[in-house]
């Protein structure tokens, strides 16, 4: 190790030791990052890939429409009908690729949604702390009060169910947990001194928000990402599943659970059968598992509770 | 072995430690030796290994650190070969220690008599009927008030330098063989220190425990230690007894770590007020008053020191004068002209022409910046400069300050804790400010780091002809710097002048004891300030 002092022994602060880390690319960084991941995030990055891959080319991947009614309903497994046909005459099998863009795009668009109305109030109001954070914070206690399944329902019920509504509803009840997660968070990082020197020089609120808190608080948020997707994704199968989620004719895991759902009396004539409405079940269970193991193997990464040892 | 009763030997230790996915010599090869009743002060700056080099005394490696090399003996057991479980029952009965920040050691649900004995009982030295005397007893050694009750109380209900005192009776509870001290008054006023230095010494002698005491301060280590070693990069650098170690050093790099105390800064006749603050009053909320009509002028081009030990309300001015906390009463004229209360009234030019320095460089730059960022944003946001002009100006920043054009795209965690302190002040010269307002910048900084900062703001000062006020607690960094002395205590100026008059007696009562604490190299000083405080008692 060198020493602070110049060859002529005066002291010298630019020659003080430390460690600068090495550049790398963010290719790299994420490279050496999945090099120690574990098999079970491995596992999880491989499903949601899958999962991305088959909702972005459904229609190539599709045999058929996803409203296209054949003749034959309750048609069983052959070569032409993989899964079969439902109550109307529709192919099972491309309603679930179908289903796959449609479920988990609205998800996510929910999820980005909830996240910009509940991020950004919750950053205003650990920076404000003043009445607005009062206003906020209670408010958000109101909502959180109240059984949120039951209360989108009733909104579904008041204001119709759209996907735009859909999507609107869902985002705000769930934007309450993403306020109190970002606003707690952010209290940490606002009484830092960075921030009061920015406060100092003058800087506005947005400012404030995207330059010096959001940097400082995204691991937290991102990992919040993750599982908020997941509960945004049960909650609209489950409203599918009680009829007033994504409308028909466009498929949708949950609603498809619903509409087969009879089929299950049929176990002891045909399996295949009774397998029907288990197969958008087991879709919606995968996805939410392979997200949750990634989000933890991130959380991991993240924490900084590693053992050093 | 007991024939000439050492205790501790520790031979040709190293350690070393794991960052940056590499391992790094921590301790290249130490040795130490210390006898029954004896204290070591273990001295040299952060980073020096000396509290790496004190937990090796007690056979632990911190994690992330391991111990590859040497032996380490206590009292004929050889520590490197005891399982964790044996160290464990060492630990906490023959061997203590004791922490820097006791606030952050202690639990704060329980109380302190029940954490004061508990590794005494769960070792089964003592029942708890004995422990609880015994604790009552250590109280009353170190001086504590009301040494019956105070163990009643939870760690947030006594001072900082009371709950130092009860964690090293809590180290003394097993009456061990050995503590360490790890830096235990460092975050402590000097009028506490005092205190708490007189009575660790007191107990340690009384039961005549071993000791190694770590620290940066060679005054505090000179009252404390029998013999001082230096420590530099995890080597020796120097190894004496305390009064040959302070009359004569031998290595130049143990004379420099009291550079500072010998800078002095010339008086300079006074010139016009750039700050006046008249009869102000402020409190944080509407009970707490903690501003209690100051009056204070700030001469123009010249440094004020704010002096006065923690809670006198020193900061507090530092926030009304930036706006941060609105005053409640009084004004505040920055070149003649009213400062508006409240932050969001002030102009644009009134921000840029007050800058403020932190105490913690770690916290006051944004660890996601860059150093271009940091110094870039005053830049653009007060001058509008973009692009070239701006990457030039902060080159010409930074070659003010002493760094180089290698430092533009660091991340605030690849600066020592110097080059931090440096962006810092490159930050507020950014904004070409008249005012720069230093909030306790050298108090978290090494002796001879500290020397490289306060020469270069007298250096920008005779330069550029700022005006700095500079809030402190340590006295030789005021008789370094400043012109003009400003003594606070509980939210009233005591005294305010020049500083060679503040200097000379007689003192305000306060003033006295604030300067009588400060530590001396002179290793009698302590037991001297101890009979001269009892006489005048008595």
Not at chain 1, 151 to 158: D, E
Not at chain 2, 56 to 82: N, Q, T, Y
Request: glycine share 6%; aromatic share 8%; net charge negative.
């Amino acid at each position: 190790m060198n020493t602070p002092n110049t060859p002529d022994g005066s002291y010298s602060a630019s020659n003080e030791v430390t460690q600068v880390k090495a550049r790398r690319s963010v290719l790299q960084n994420i490279w050496r990052t999945l090099k120690t991941a574990p098999p079970t995030a491995w596992f999880g990055m491989i499903v949601i890939t899958l999962y991305l891959t088959v909702a972005l080319f459904a229609p190539l991947l599709a045999p058929h429409g996803q409203a296209q009614v054949f003749t034959m309903a309750y048609a069983p497994w052959s070569d032409e009908f993989l899964l079969g046909t439902d109550a109307l005459g529709r192919d099972v099998f491309s309603r679930l690729i179908y289903g796959a863009r449609n479920t988990i795009g609205i998800a996510v668009a929910t999820t980005l949604l909830a996240f910009l109305i509940g991020g950004s109030l919750g950053l205003m109001a650990a920076i404000s702390r003043n009445w607005l954070d009062q206003v906020l914070s209670r408010f958000v206690d109101v909502l959180m009060a109240i059984p949120s399944l039951i209360f989108a329902l009733m909104l579904l019920s008041i204001f119709g169910s759209s996907a735009i509504n859909l999507i609107f509803i869902i985002a705000v009840l769930d934007a309450t947990r993403v306020f109190r997660l970002t606003r707690a968070v952010a209290l940490n990082v606002v009484v830092m001194d960075y921030v009061e020197a920015a406060k100092l020089r003058g800087e506005g609120l947005v400012w404030i928000m995207r330059r010096e808190i959001l940097p400082n608080i995204m691991p937290p948020l991102v990992a919040e990402f993750g599982l908020r997707f997941c509960f945004v994704f049960l909650t609209i199968a489950a409203l599918s599943f009680l009829g007033v989620g994504i409308q028909p004719p466009t498929a949708d895991w949950g609603s498809m659970v619903r509409e087969n759902a009879g089929l299950i009396q049929f176990a002891e004539y045909d399996l295949t059968a009774a397998l029907t409405p288990m197969i958008p079940a087991a879709a919606i269970a995968l996805l939410t598992v392979a997200v949750n193991f990634v989000v933890d193997w991130f959380l991991h990464q993240t924490s900084g509770l590693r053992d050093e040892h | 072995m007991s024939t000439d009763n050492v205790l501790l030997t520790m031979r040709d230790v190293r350690i070393d430690g794991y960052s940056d996915d590499r391992w790094h010599h921590i301790i290249k090869g130490v040795d130490v030796t210390l006898k029954r009743g004896e204290i070591l002060g273990l001295i040299g700056e952060s980073g020096a290994g000396k509290s790496t080099l004190g937990l090796a005394a007690m056979g632990f490696a911190r994690p992330g650190c391991k111990i590859v090399g040497g032996s380490i003996e206590f009292d004929g057991i050889d520590l490197l070969g005891l399982s964790s479980a044996e160290l464990r029952r060492l630990h906490g009965s023959r061997i203590a220690y004791v922490a820097q920040s006791a606030a952050a050691s202690f639990n704060p649900a329980h109380r302190l008599l029940d954490q004061t004995i508990e590794s005494t009982v769960a070792h089964g030295i003592a029942d708890l009927e004995t422990a609880k005397q015994d604790a009552i007893e250590l109280y009353r050694d170190l001086q504590l008030p009301d040494p019956e009750n105070i163990g009643q109380r939870y760690p947030h209900q006594v001072s900082g330098g009371q709950l130092q005192r009860v964690m090293t009776a809590m180290a003394m509870s097993s009456r061990p063989d050995l503590i360490i001290f790890d830096e235990p008054t460092t975050a402590l006023d000097v009028t506490t220190q005092v205190e708490v230095l007189t009575a660790m010494r007191t107990i340690v002698e009384k039961y005549n425990t071993a000791a190694i005491y770590i620290t940066h301060d060679l005054a505090v280590v000179a009252q404390m230690a029998d013999d001082i070693k230096v420590l530099r990069y995890g080597e020796t650098v120097e190894d004496a007894p305390t009064r040959e170690m302070i009359s004569s050093p031998k290595a130049a790099y143990t004379q420099s770590l009291w550079a500072v105390r010998a800078l002095a800064k010339p008086p300079q006749p006074a010139l016009d007020t750039i700050l006046e603050i008249n009869q102000v009053h402020a409190s944080y909320g509407k009970s707490v008053k903690v501003l209690n009509d100051i009056t204070i002028k700030v001469p123009r081009g010249q440094t004020l020191a704010v002096v006065g030990e923690s809670g006198s309300g020193k900061s507090t001015a530092a926030r009304v004068i930036t706006g941060l906390l609105p005053q409640l009463e009084g004004e505040i004229l920055f070149n003649g002209s009213a400062l508006p209360r409240a932050l969001k009234n002030r102009s644009k030019q009134q921000l840029q022409s007050i800058q403020m320095i932190y105490q913690m460089a770690d916290t006051a730059m944004n660890p996601r910046h860059t150093v271009r960022d940091i110094i870039g944003r005053p830049l653009n946001f007060y001058l509008g400069l973009t692009g070239a002009a701006q990457d030039q100006r902060i080159m010409q920043l930074l070659q003010l300050i002493e760094l180089d054009e290698s430092f533009l795209d660091r991340y605030p965690d690849e600066l020592s804790g110097g080059q931090k302190q440096r962006i810092c002040i490159a930050r507020a010269l950014a904004a070409e400010p008249e005012l720069i307002i230093c909030d306790e910048v050298t108090s978290a900084l090494d002796q001879i780091v500290q020397e490289g900062i306060l020469k270069l703001l007298l250096r920008l000062q005779k330069e550029l002809g700022i005006t700095y006020i500079f809030i402190t607690h340590d006295i030789a960094t005021v008789r370094a710097i400043a012109d003009q002395v400003v003594v606070m205590f509980q939210g009233k100026v005591v005294e305010q002048g020049g500083k060679e008059e503040i200097f000379t007696p007689p003192y305000p009562a306060y003033t006295e004891l604030l300067l009588s604490s400060v530590p001396e190299m002179d290793p009698d000083w302590l037991t001297q300030l101890q009979q001269q405080r009892a006489e005048a008692e008595a």
